[in-house]
């Protein structure tokens, strides 16, 4: 708290004609934030939107249209213990 204080005195008193408000950096950081923002909220729109959709026509999120066999472990195989 105490160095932002001196660093806002000390910019202050080094160029007394300096504002912020003066650059365009402000307004295109502004601009960043409500666009990141925008994107957040669009991104829920969409994910609940299409929750919706498939809850309302009663179909899965996706389909599996084939599943690879399952390799059955083999019983009669010897047991080691490890390290030996």
Known sequence: MRR?????LSLTLAA????????PLLVLG???FVTGLMFV???LLAEMLVRIYHESQGKATYVVKEMPPVEQPER???????GR
Do not use: Q
């Open 16 to 23: 007394p004609n300096f504002s912020s408000l003066d650059t």
């Open 76 to 82: 009669d195989r010897e047991r080691v213990a490890p």
């Open 30 to 32: 502004a601009l960043a």
């Open 41 to 43: 909220m669009v991104g």
């Open 4 to 8: 932002g204080i001196v660093l806002g």
